[in-house]
């Protein structure tokens, strides 16, 4: 029982540490803006 939770809690950090590595650009960030949907209600 204690090897399965080590083996889980190592695999659960190995995926953390590995999945943060790539970093992406942002082509563009919004902040407080209002989202007006395009549809036939036209709604808000």
Partial sequence: MCTRRIIVLSALCFAL???CHTK???DLLIYNATIYTVDSNFLK
């Fill in 24 to 26: 992406k650009t942002v």
């Fill in 17 to 19: 540490l590995t999945s």
